[in-house]
């Protein structure tokens, strides 16, 4: 099997990620399709460290997931502070920095 | 340590003290600004005393490695010109602190802030002048702005926000272009294998230069020092400063500050770029020319003391910038010379309509009248010094002036006979608000304004006597200008017009 | 040149008196007059001295010089402040300090009841130092010096009662017009600077010979524009009026004596360029025609007795100039009417002085009448001026303006005519008008009313103005007794030699004569065998009219430059706000609208930010493709 594959996998996994951001309000859910993205990306770091045969791509995507764990942590406790004082997980309420 | 160091050093050493000083004890902070700017002064008159008239070298040179990796050193030094200049402001600073005792006072921030701003813009004053390094200039030129605008925004009156906020904008702009032109010219020094910034070094740049690219260059330099000069038509910041700022601002702001535009043009603009300035010499005479009425005649229409003053700054800038581009060892030198008496006579008529406004409680020509009755020694102050502004012989600028239209009259005729009709409407500028202000009748409500204090007197008289000493002798200051002007004059591969009655023969 | 170390002390002494009384204030309030006047007095007694010490050398030897600095030195610009006293400029010191020694002294009278004495006192000085500087300076950028300088001292005295409005702006007014008359001195230095390589009188007499005559021609229209700012001539006339605002004497010694001479002195001192410029003497003789009849007319018809006299004083230096266009023939003549002029025209300012004092200020000639019975010593002496004014032999004004009637109608040709005409019919009218004010203030009936009590001035007034009588009756005579001033001055001019006689003198004082008789006699009719109205009629000529407005100088200047440079400004104020600082904002005003447009893409819609970086990177991506294929 090509390992092109991966990459067009990699690819649709991201577009699904985006479009999930731009598309979607529920806060969770967008989150989880930045969380998508990020795997994608890793996906394809993966891939062309297979394709090139060294090990800098792994190693970028052992960063990319440590990013993704904080991210995480930081992410959820914004979205759960807002929920609490805003009673609302969707992102189009929290609209602050406008004023 | 090297003189211009320690000038320098001294003013710093002055805030650090200021720092331990408790903000209750204003009069102790502005003893101590004033002893430190005195001791400046001192510094910078042994430093006149001690330079060497046959020298016509850098002196007083240092240079420490400061940027390597870009060849950028901090390299000071000075010629007759930046002498005289660095003399006019370590002489003004201590007056302006004397006479702006109060000025502190009412601003945003307290009388500290105020001296700090102050001593700091001295050093920084200095440094400008004394930089040979272009890069080391620039830092300066652009640094420079920051006390000011705080000076002006934090303890000036009106709409002083606005105004600062004007010069501000007006002047990052012109020190945008200048740094345009400082990459360029970094980029075609290393390119011809000269990584530098040296001014000397880079005097000779020029030959290996396209005229294409040397006049875009000069024009980043120009720019930024007729913004700061200022010139017709980059003037429009310099009224509204100089109203919204206290007279002491106002003082160093037109008479050391906007020097450095003129000065630039003669430390940068000819020497770095000589055939750039002289194919440009017709419109800058031009833009001169303009200056001169214009100011004039802005300053015949101005109803307000301090915007009138400011403008007749725009038509002395016009002499000085018209007695540089005439390239005559006469205009070159009464150039130079018009820069150090018009931060005199400026100083003087600021500083009186200062202590004016401060009794009037505003700065309206129409609201004085009668001054001359009411209170004598203020009101011949400010005829003194207007006096010295339309030139009179006798008073120092009358010596600048003249040799300013001498020394463009054998090079550009037409122009110094234009010019020449300002002093017609200098005598009308003046005039006008002497008998606005000081003649006719007492103006209700102006009956029991009091006359100078002893603290207003002690400032306005060392003033007084320089105008009136240089109008009479000015020899000691040609001596030490002529040798520079005659440098760059000669640099420029000019030569003084002949009499035109030996040309034939 | 001989050299001599005292010529300073001339002009020393006047200034340290006017420094010290104006820096001690109020401190020298009781005996500032009186140093004043010994100061004055002093240099008078130094000048006579140098007289005494020139007299003792030869011819070639006279003139002296003493070298004080070197004042301005850059390139081959370099003027020294040296002084430089010869024939000419010893008559004019003994002038100044003399007559002006003797205003002082009548000062202290006349101005003993002004609080502010010891300031005038102290202008006075000033004025006579920087007068004296104006006739000592050896070149022309010295001259420059006293010739702003009594400028300046001028505008104080003229302004020296500036509570009143009108009296500020008269000396503005006349402060403003020599600055245009000065205009034309800077270039006239600038000229010679830039042709000749020189700006002192020694050199520029050298170069003279071998300068073009364009050059020269421009010189000495730059020359003549200074002397007509200064000397108050046609067409810069117009400040002389209104600068009778300063009390009376300093109309007598500065616009009457001393300062207005200035343009006459610089004229004959500048004789060299004249010379050699046909074209700008010509002008001269051209200026001073239309003065000294413009002068004349307004005299007639003017009722301020102060007015009458500076008029007059125009006139009679329309005669000075008109003397000094002629050339070597005229020099002479032309000094020798300015210093007779200084005597009698001085002594009469101090006589309206006189009369003013006695008469509460009043000035017009109108309410006058009759004074003869109560100033006696006032009206001999002012009537002897007026003789000597009008030109009756012996007295003064006889010898000086005879010559110069004479040597214009000997200037040949149709000009020799038209000038020697003009100078004739300006004697008439010089007798018409005096006796008109001789007829009105002192011999006609008293128009004034009762509560005036007109008496004679204290001897510290009468004084000065009995010896001025006195020189106004014997200085014509011994200064032209066997050609004295002539071959005094005449070292310093270059002789032609060519002389045609038109009319032979005693033709030419005959008609002179003549003319005298006829204009004193019109106004006998006029004024002495009918009677005076108390108010200026008012249904009278059209020229009449235009005479009492000053032939409308005031109204021309205001149409031609005033209203013009009124609208110049206003124009550029509005410009400068509108145009110049609008295009500032302009830029300004486009940022901060852009910045508002821009503003709107931020909604603060997250997903929308998302979708905007999104279609950014998928851009920049696409831009990448694009360039590297």
Redesign the interface.
């Known amino acids: 099997m090509s390992l092109d594959n991966y990459l067009y996998l990699s690819a649709i996994l991201f577009t699904i990620g ?1 479009v999930g ?5 529920n806060a969770i859910v ?1 989150f989880m399709c930045v969380e998508l993205m990020l795997n994608a990306a890793n996906l394809t770091l993966v891939t062309f460290s297979r394709i090139n045969g060294t090990l800098d791509g792994q190693v970028v995507a052992f960063f990319t997931m440590v990013v993704a764990a904080c991210e995480v942590v930081v992410g959820l406790a914004i979205i759960v502070t807002i929920y609490r004082s805003r009673r609302s997980a969707s ?2 309420d ?6 | 340590m090297n003189l211009l160091t320690f000038s320098m050093v001294l003013p710093l050493v002055g805030i650090a003290v200021l720092v331990f000083i408790p903000k209750s004890k204003v009069l102790l902070t502005k003893q101590i600004a004033l002893i430190t700017t005195l001791l400046v002064a001192a510094v910078g008159i042994y430093m006149t005393i001690s330079f060497d008239l046959g020298d016509t070298a850098f002196q007083f040179v240092e240079s420490r490695e400061w940027i390597p990796a870009f060849g950028i050193k901090y390299a000071l030094g000075v010629d007759g010109i930046a002498l005289i200049l660095i003399l006019m402001s370590v002489l003004l600073t201590p007056v302006v602190v004397i006479a702006g005792w109060n000025e502190s006072e009412d601003g945003r921030w307290s009388p500290k802030v105020f001296y700090s701003l102050i001593l700091v813009l001295e050093t920084m004053m200095i440094g400008v002048f004394a930089s040979t390094d272009v890069f080391l200039f620039y830092v300066f030129f652009e640094a420079m702005l920051v006390p000011v605008y705080f000076l002006i925004g934090g303890f000036g009156s009106g709409e002083r926000a606005a105004a600062a906020v004007k010069f501000l904008l007006y002047s990052l702009f012109g020190g945008l272009l200048m740094l345009a032109s400082i990459i360029g010219i970094f980029v075609m020094a290393t390119r011809y294998g000269n990584r530098t910034f040296d001014i000397t070094t880079l005097s000779g740049l020029h030959t290996v230069l396209t005229p294409m690219m040397e006049n875009i260059l000069f024009l980043g330099f120009f720019i930024a020092f007729a913004i700061k000069a200022p010139l017709w038509p980059l003037h429009t910041w310099l009224p509204d400063a100089a109203k919204s700022a206290t007279p002491g601002t106002s003082v160093l702001l037109l008479g050391v500050l906007d020097k450095v535009g003129t000065f630039g043009m003669i430390r940068y603009c000819l020497t770095l770029f000589p055939n750039a300035s002289k194919s440009f010499t017709p419109l800058i005479i031009t833009l001169a020319v303009i200056s001169i009425l214009y100011g004039a005649f802005l300053a015949i229409g101005a109803k307000d003391i301090k915007r009138l003053i400011a403008y007749t700054s725009i038509s002395h800038f016009g002499f000085i910038t018209m007695g540089i581009f005439a390239m005559t060892t006469q205009g070159f030198s009464g150039a130079t010379l018009y820069m150090f008496n018009h931060g005199f006579s400026t100083a003087a008529l600021f500083l009186v309509a200062g202590f004016m406004i401060v009794r009037r409680k505003s700065s309206t020509i129409s609201d004085f009248g009668g001054l001359q009755r009411v209170t004598p020694i203020m009101a011949w102050s400010f005829f003194i010094a207007g006096m010295s502004s339309l030139a009179l012989p006798g008073l120092s600028s009358f010596v600048s002036e003249f040799l300013v239209l001498v020394g463009t009259f054998t090079r550009y005729p037409v122009a110094a006979v234009i010019a020449t009709f300002g002093i017609v409407l200098a005598a009308l500028y003046i005039l006008i608000p002497v008998q606005r202000a000081l003649h006719g009748p007492t103006t209700p409500g102006n009956e029991n304004l009091t006359d100078l204090n002893l603290r207003e007197k002690i400032a306005i008289a060392p003033v007084i006597a320089i105008i009136v000493a240089l109008g009479f002798y000015p020899s000691p200051l040609l001596k030490i200008i002529n040798p520079a002007a005659a440098t760059v004059i000669s640099q420029q591969g000019f030569t003084d017009p002949a009499p035109t009655l030996n040309e034939g023969k | 040149m001989v050299t001599n170390n005292g010529i300073v002390y001339l002009i020393a002494l006047p200034l340290i008196g006017s420094l010290l009384l104006l820096l001690l204030g109020r401190k020298a309030d009781k005996w500032g007059h009186l140093l004043a006047t010994a100061l004055s007095a002093s240099s008078f007694a130094v000048g006579l001295f140098q007289l005494s010490e020139m007299l003792s050398r030869e011819t070639e030897n006279r003139p002296v010089t003493q070298k004080l600095f070197n004042w301005i030195s850059v390139g081959s610009f370099n003027v020294d402040a040296s002084l430089l006293l010869d024939q000419l400029s010893i008559c004019f010191v003994l002038l100044i300090t003399g007559v002006g020694t003797l205003i002082h002294i009548y000062s202290i009278s006349y101005m003993s009841h002004d609080k502010d004495r010891r300031r005038f006192f102290a202008y006075l000085n000033l004025f006579i130092a920087a007068m004296l500087l104006l006739v000592l300076g050896d070149s022309y950028l010295n001259l420059y010096v006293g010739w702003e300088g009594v400028g300046l001292a001028s505008y104080l005295l003229i302004g020296f009662w500036n509570q009143k409005q009108a009296y500020a702006t008269a000396s503005k007014k006349a402060f403003v017009m020599n600055r245009i008359g000065d205009m034309g001195l800077s270039f006239a230095i600038m000229i010679a600077f830039a042709s000749l390589g020189t700006v002192s009188f020694s050199g520029v007499k050298e170069q003279a010979h071998y300068a073009s005559e364009a050059t020269m021609t421009a010189i000495g229209v730059a020359l003549l524009i200074a002397a007509v700012g200064k000397s108050a001539q046609f067409p810069l006339q117009a400040w002389l009026g209104d600068a009778m605002a300063g009390p009376t004497p300093v109309s007598a010694l500065i616009h009457a004596a001393t300062m207005v001479t200035a343009g006459v002195y610089l004229i004959v001192r500048s004789n060299f360029v004249f010379e050699a410029a046909p074209t700008a003497q010509l002008l001269v003789l051209i200026v001073g025609a239309i003065t000294l009849m413009f002068g004349a007319i307004v005299g007639t018809a003017k009722d301020d007795i102060k007015k009458v006299l500076a008029a007059s004083t125009m006139s009679q230096i329309g005669y000075m100039i008109l003397g000094a266009g002629l050339g070597p023939a005229g020099y002479a003549f032309a000094i020798m009417h300015l210093l007779t002029h200084g005597f009698f025209k001085a002594g009469m300012f101090l006589g309206a002085g006189s009369v003013m004092h006695g008469m509460n200020d009043e000035v017009n000639m109108r309410k006058y009448g009759a004074l003869r019975k109560f100033m006696p010593i006032t009206f001999i002496t002012f009537g002897l001026g007026y003789l000597a004014i009008i030109g009756v032999p012996p007295f003064a004004g006889f010898y000086s303006k005879d010559m110069i009637i004479e040597t214009a109608f000997n200037a040949g040709g149709l000009k020799g005519i038209l000038l020697g005409s003009t100078a004739l019919l300006g004697a008439a009218i010089t007798a018409f008008y005096m006796t008109r004010v001789m007829i009105l203030t002192f011999t006609s009936p008293k128009r004034w009313d009762e509560d005036q009590h007109p008496h004679e001035s204290p001897i510290l007034m009468w004084a000065p103005m009995a010896i001025l009588a006195i020189g106004s009756v014997t200085s014509g005579f011994l200064l032209s007794r066997g050609n004295a001033l002539k071959h005094w001055l005449e070292p310093l001019f270059e002789e032609h030699g060519e002389h045609q006689e038109l009319l032979a003198p005693i033709v030419v004082s005959g008609l002179t004569l003549l003319m005298v008789a006829i204009g004193v006699a019109s106004a006998v009719i006029k004024y002495q065998l009918s009677d005076v109205d108390e108010v200026a009629p008012e249904s009278v000529s059209t020229f009449t009219r235009f005479a009492r407005r000053d032939l409308l100088q005031d109204d021309i200047n205001e149409a031609l430059f005033m209203r013009p440079g009124q609208a110049i400004t206003s124009a550029l104020v509005k410009i400068d706000e509108r145009v110049v600082d609008g295009a500032v904002r302009g830029i300004g005003k486009i940022a901060i609208g852009s910045g508002a447009q821009l503003r709107k893409v931020q909604t603060g819609y997250v997903r929308s930010y998302a979708a905007l970086i999104l279609v950014g990177a998928v851009a920049l991506i696409a831009a990448i493709w694009v360039v590297t294929q």
Request: proline share 0%; net charge positive.
């Open positions: 985006a951001v731009v598309v979607r309000r967008v992102i189009d929290a609209n602050l920095l406008k004023r």
